[in-house]
C-alpha cells in the first residue's frame, strides 16, 4: 500500500493529471469567491458551464475556430449569471433556488440543443469541434520530472493561473474590491457610501459567468474533445464548496481545489489498482465536504480563542488602553 | 349554540371565502399563469425544433388522455413526485434548502430492492417490512445535512448536493457487487421475490396500490403539518426561527425531525416506486425525482392539501412529453428546461407579490388623500 501511495505521489504523470482536473475546478471557486464576497450565492455555475462547454463546441464546430468558440461559451455562461442576477436581484427570488432552477433549465437545455442539432442525446461527437491549444513549454520541457508534470497542459491551466492573480488584484487592490466586500459585509453601510449593490452584485455576477464559461469550454474542449450530457458533473456544485474552504480568497481557491484535483486524479489511479470504482468515484465529493467541515471546525476555534483573549485581556489591550488614556487626556485638556 | 359558532365553514363557504380572499386568490392565479406560460414556451419549442409541430404539439397536450394506457402511466407518474413533493413541502415549510431527499428516495429503493432480492416473507408483511425499512434508512440520510447545518453552519444546500452524488455512487456500488443479476448486460438486479410486489389496483394495468399510500401520505403530511404540535413547531421554526427559539422550542431539534420526516417520506417512496412499478432494480442513473419534488412543494405553495393537484400537473406535463418524444423528434428533455423556467417563476417574490403590492400601494395612497382630506377641511374650519 505504502509503496503504491509512493510510486503514485512520485510519478509525473500522477501530477499531470492533478493539475489538469484542478484547472477547470479553481476557475469556477474563484467565480463562487467573487459573488460570495458581494454577499450572491452563485449556485447557478453548474449551469454556466454546461451551457459555455455546449456552446464552445458548436461554435467552434461551426466557424472552425476554438477562440471563437470560447468567446461563444463565455457569453452563453455570462448570459446564465445575468438571469440568475435578474431573478435574484430585480425580482426578489431566492438566489439559491434560483441557482437550482437555472441547473435545471440547463441540464435540460443543453441536451435538448444537442439533440435537436445532432440526433443524439448523449455525446457531440458528430460534430467536428476544436480543442484548445496544449502549451509546450521550452527548456522546462526537457526537465526531467517537472517538465512532464507542467510542459504540455492546456492553455487553460494558465488562464486559471491568471485569474488566481486577477481576482486576487481585482479583491484586495482596486476600488472595485472594496465595493465588492462592502456589498458583502454591510450592505446598508455601501449603500450609505453610494454604492448601489446591485450594479456590484451583477459585476461579480459577470466575472464568475466568464471563469465559468472558460472553465466550461475547459471540459469540453480540452479535458475531453467532446460534449457529453451533464459534462460539468457537480463541478458548480463542488466550487460552492471549495469557496467555503478557500475562506473567501483568490489565494484559498487554489488550495481549496488542489484538494479536488488530488483525489479526482487519485480516483484514477485506485481504479487501476482494483478498487470498486463507483466508491473511488464518490471520493471528491466525500473529501470535499470532509473540507468543508475542517474548514468551518478551524475557523470556529480560531474565533474562540481570538474572543477568550479578548476577555482575558491578552490582546489589544495596550491599544485600548491608549485609546482610553487618550480619551482621558482629551478630556483633561477640556476641562 | 357555542359550538356553533366555531365550527369551521363548510365546503361551499370555504370556497367563496377562497374566491373573495384575495391574498390567497392571487398566488393561485399566478400559478395558474406560471403553468401556463411554461405550457406556452413548451409549444414554442415544439414549434421551433419539430418537424411535424402540430401532431408533436397534439401529443404533447393530449397525448396524457388520448389513449387508456397513458392514462394509467399518468396516475402511476403521480406516485413518487407525490412523495417526494410531500417531503419538499416539510422542508421548505422549515425554510430550509436541502435537496437530500433525492438520496433519500434513491437508497430508499436500493434498500428495498435489498430486502426484496434477499428476504424471504408472506406477502403484505414482505412490502410493509422493505418500506419500513427504507424510510427508516432514507430518514437518517435526511438528517445529515441538516447536522452539518446545526453544527458547522455548512450550507445545507451544497452539502446535500454532494451528498446526492455520494449516495448515488453508494447505492450503485451495493447494486452491482451485492445483488447484481450476471446475466443481464445492463446494470439490474436480480428479481425480487413474488412476495415483494404490492398488488395492482386494476387488472392488466400498471395502476398498483402505491396509488393508495401515496393519497394516504397527503393526508398524514397535512394533519403532521397543521394539526399537530410537531408541525405547529416546524411551521413557526420556519417562519421565524429567532420567535421560534425565544418562546422555546428546540430549533434545532425540530429541523432534525423535520429532516428525518422528510427523508422517511422521500426513502418510503422509493421502497413504494420499486414494490408497485419494478421486477427488479433497473435505473441506470438516478431519476432525481427530488427535483419533480421541488416543483410540486412549489406549485402547491408548500402546502401538502395541493401537492396532488401539482403532482397531476407535472405528471400530466412529464407523460404528454414522453409520449411526443418517442413518437416525433423533440427530445425528452425539453420537459426538464421548462421544469427550470417554471421554478424560477414561481421564486420570483415580485412576480407573485405584484397584485398585492400594486393593491397595498393603492390603499396606502387612498389612505394618505383621505386623511389629507380631512386635515385640509381640518384646516379650513
Redesign the interface.
Known sequence: MIEFIVTVFTSSNYWFIVLRSTAPILLVTLGAVITEAAGIKNMALEGSMLWAALTGVIVSAATGSAWLGVLAGILSAVVIALILGLFALKLDANAVLCGVALNLFSTGGTVFVLFSLTGDKGISSSLASKTLPFIKIPFIENVPWLGKVISGQNIVLWLAVAAVFVIHYIMNKATIGRRIRATGENLEAAKAAGIDPDRIKFFTLIVSGVLAGIAGCFLSMGYTSNFTSGISAGRGYVANAAQVVAGGTAIGAIFASLIFGLTDAMATYLQNVGLPPELIQALPYFVTILGFIVVTLIRDRREAIRKKKLFEGKIDKSRFKSVISGGDAGSGASA | MNSQKTRKPGFVASVRLFFTDRDKLEPAVITILAGTFSILMGVG?IFL?SKDPVTSTKNFLLGPILRTYNFYYLLIAMVPITFTGLAMCIIYKLKY?S?IVDSSFYMGAIVATAIGVRLSLPPGIHPAVAMIAAGLVGGLIGLLPAI?KIK????E???S???N??F???G??II??YLRDRDQTIMASMPFQKSFNIPKLIENTQLHAGFIIAAVFVVLVSVFLFRTRWGFEIRLAGANPKFAAYAGIPVATVALYAHFVAGFIGGLGGAVEMSGLYRAFIWQMNPSYA?DG?IVAMLARKNPKFVPLSALFLAYLRVGADFMSRRGD??F?????????I??IL?????L?YFKARRLRKNALLADSTARNAAAQGGEA
Not at chain 2, 347 to 351: E, F, L
Open positions: 419549442l425544433v434548502m435537496l452539518l458547522w453552519r455548512a450550507n444546500l451544497v452539502s448536493l454532494m451528498f452524488y455520494i448515488y455512487f453508494i450503485s456500488f452491482l457487487y427535483m421541488v423533440v427530445a428533455e425539453f420537459i426538464t428546461l421548462l421544469q427550470g423556467v421554478i424560477l421564486a420570483s417574490d415580485k412576480i407579490n
